[in-house]
């Protein structure tokens, strides 16, 4: 009995592993024998729904990294995992057990038809390739198509610099195709207000990213009219270094010029270069400040403030003179006086009732009164002023943002 048991085994074995020899054949001839069915007949030339309905690519954005915003250059530049989903029933296939879904890489993608997806205000696109092309094409047997690239952009971003450097900047990515117009192709978010994702360790050295929104927009072009979808990133620049590196510096400056209001006015040149040292020193500031941003016609945030700080430099320049012509007319009025009192021959001169009445007000120990209050509260005043209405105006925000935090 056990050995007839045991001859049945012997037989039924080679037949057991022809079966599954055959059955791991056959799931592996199955993957490529899709492949191939899918391409019979198949024209990549051709979109889905040609002649028919215009075909839909949902749009999502994945941003992994924000390298640079430039004002030089007005740019900004971002990594992304950029996605497209449409479907084409071209590409559907019978469900099996356990294979619901084809994942193929960048080579399977020349096989088929992908949208002619470009982005509108692209300077430069980088694609990545170590170790091997950042892309794959997954095909679900329902004939829904989904097509992952991982890029580097570099888009054109028109900045505002009017509050500069305590600005928000709101720069755009733009989407569209290149050749459909609306009756072949229309963009969509595919996942509502989460199509746009940042990654929480994006951030920059001078800005913060506030947050982002999506648009849909129809453009209107010579060639007929297009969908185009919009990606806004809101940035909002931290205005510490300017504060500690510009603005402390400048109010140093103007405060030191102060010092010559407690100067005697007989030491013309320590005032005077007291005055023209600060004045040099800002001007230096200002070329520094300015030499990275563009040239721009409008006044920025951060030249009123400069220009303002200048004019109070000049000021105390101009109070140096003026206490010093005062001083020398008074001096001279007195040499006057007692070189007609030594001579008897000649009457006592009257001096004019203008210049006396000068002389008599503008002392210059009263000048310098006067600026030791004036130039501080006038200078106080003015920084209030300043910081309460650019602060204000700088914390505006657009509509509908989605906050990153």
Known sequence: ???????????????????????????????????????????????????????????????????????????FTFDMYFRQF??????????????????????????????????????????????TDNEFVRILHTGDVLRSIRMTVTASCMLDLQYFPFDKQLCTLEIESFGFTMSDLKFLWQDGERSVQLSPDVALPEFNILGHRQRIIEASLSSGNYSRLLADIQFDRAGGHYVIQVYLPTILMVTMSWL??????????????????????????????????????????????????????????????????????????????????????????????GQTTILLVLKPRTVDLFSKIGFPIAFLCFNVVYWIFYRRASKQVVDDLIYLH
């Open 1 to 75: 009995m056990k050995a007839s048991l045991l001859c049945v085994l012997i037989a039924l074995f080679p037949g057991l592993l022809m079966v599954t020899d055959g059955l791991m054949f056959h799931e592996d001839v199955n993957i490529t024998a899709i492949l191939d069915q899918l391409m019979i007949g198949y024209d990549k030339r051709v979109r889905p729904y040609y002649g028919e309905q215009p075909v839909t690519v949902g749009v999502s954005l994945y941003i992994l990294a924000v390298h640079d915003l430039s004002e030089q250059s007005m740019d």
């Open 86 to 131: 449409w479907h084409d029933p071209r590409l559907a296939f019978a469900r099996r057990p356990g294979l619901d879904k084809i994942v193929q890489g960048a080579d399977y993608v020349k096989n088929i038809w992908v949208p002619d997806t470009f982005f509108v205000n692209e300077k430069e696109t980088k694609y990545h390739h170590a170790t």
């Open 260 to 353: 010559v209001f407690w100067l005697s006015p007989e030491e013309v040149s320590a005032r005077v270069g007291l005055c023209a040292v600060s004045v040099l020193a800002l001007s230096i500031l200002m070329v520094s400040v300015n030499k990275d941003l563009p040239k721009i016609s409008y006044l920025k945030c951060l030249d009123i403030y400069l220009g303002v700080c200048m004019l109070y430099l000049l000021g105390a320049l101009m109070e140096c003179v003026c206490v010093s012509y005062i001083a020398q007319a008074i001096q001279a009025r007195e040499d006057k006086v007692r070189q007609l009192e030594q001579d008897t021959k000649v009457a006592r001169a009257t001096p004019r009732q």
